[in-house]
């Protein structure tokens, strides 16, 4: 299955050919099955970043790739012009395992969440009685939802933004897991909050206990719609099927995405009870591609994987496994980590930017066999397929191990483990020296 060509070759070919709104690290990808992939080289890579959750199911997985094969004898792409025989079904299926009354199939987690701000927004208006082009949204700093103009513009990075206004207006911040910020932010117009459950390209960022609780009874409480983006925490990333859970709370609104296309397509949907989704009526929102036929064969395979392989409770069981390993990792690394964050398969490990980067660190991993990525130049982000097994966990996680004791020895550091070592060594000389002092 090897190329001829070389990974400089093709590295060369993008670089001459693409925009430059990508700094990919050096790995060329072949081929690739479940959680391992292939350099054109031949050389083997576990991988920890699953395609931002992406690619959940593992890489090709067979039941997926059966259920695309068979739609793709039939037919592909019609348009919603048309009924068809893979969308109900896919619907129902959706609905069924998220609880919600209706779900609008997309195709990108953005497209997904511009759904839900166009849902929200009519809502307002059309149910809260806000004045048309007055209601406003509030979003938390550091949030990440999505490239489109819309999102970046409520985005708080000036990297996302840098050069692309003017925006829309109709958001409003707060920051993430402070209800006295969220209050604060609220005014009359107020009509929706829209938040990822676990912040994931701001580092992995875990909100308080509590916060979410206290976030649904408070939007409650002031008919405010409670819309949390699960793009990249949805399906079982984190141990649950959706982030919410965790707090025992329901959204009034869900996008999903990223997993929902089992590693094969880009499928996103946005859903939500009758009372809020039926704002939309026919010609107020659409996309060609958005539940095509293929998609919804797609879509519906993998989450009939999710649960017949018991994909969240293997994020459950193995995350617990990804984080106490990575956290071992920390307590020896002299200060080099100083964070360890995350919920079930899906681990940020934050380093003293004064001491390593990011992007330096994941290359590092990415010679020795590891593929990950880094955020925010600090973060290093771990969220492997969910089908992956111990051992390649284990693996991984000597690999990284290794790649920080090795950045310690040349920083002049020495992790706890190795300062064991030395002593033991010393020890044993110094028991050595002793016999041959007595041997004299």
Known sequence: MKTTATSQEFIGKENRFGARNYAPVPVVVDHAKDCIVWDVEGREYIDMMSAYSAVSHGHLHPRVVAAAQRQLEKVAVTSRAYHGTALGPFLEKLCEMTGFERALPMTTGA???????????????????????????????????GRTSTIIGFSTEDEYRDGFG????????????????????????????????????????????????????????????????????????????????HEGIRPDGLILGKALGGGVMAVSAFLADARVMDVFSPGSHGSTFGGNALAAAVGLEALKVIEDE???????????????????????????????????????????????????????????????KDTHETVIRFAPPLTISEQL????????????????????????????????????LEIEELGERAMA
């Open 111 to 145: 497209e997904g969440v511009e759904t839900a701000i166009k849902c929200a927004r009519r809502w307002g208006n059309r149910v809260k009685g806000i004045v048309d082009g007055q209601a406003e949204i509030l979003v938390a700093r550091g949030n990440f939802h």
């Open 310 to 372: 018991k994909l969240v409770e293997r994020s459950a069981r193995l995350g617990e496994q990804l984080l106490s390993g990575l956290r071992g990792v920390m307590e020896d690394s002299r200060g080099l980590i100083r964070a360890v964050r995350g919920r079930g398969l899906w681990v940020g490990v934050d380093l003293n930017p004064e001491l390593a980067s990011g992007r330096e660190m994941i290359e590092r991993l990415a010679a020795r066999g590891v593929l990950s």
């Open 166 to 245: 003017p925006f829309a207006g109709g958001f409003k911040h707060f920051d993430f897991g402070d209800m006295a910020s969220v209050r604060a932010a609220t005014t009359a117009n107020t009509c929706a909050v829209l938040i990822e459950p676990i912040q994931g390209e701001a580092g992995v960022v875990v909100p308080p206990r509590g916060f979410f609780k206290q976030l649904r009874e408070w939007c409650t409480q002031n008919n405010v719609l409670l819309i949390t983006d699960e793009i990249q925490s949805g399906l079982g990333r984190t141990g649950k099927l959706f982030a919410f859970e």
């Open 393 to 428: 966990i284990e693996d991984a996680i000597g690999i990284f191990r290794q790649v920080v004791n090795e950045k310690c020895m040349e920083l002049g550091l020495m992790s706890s483990a190795s300062m064991d070592l030395a002593m033991k060594i010393d020890k044993l």
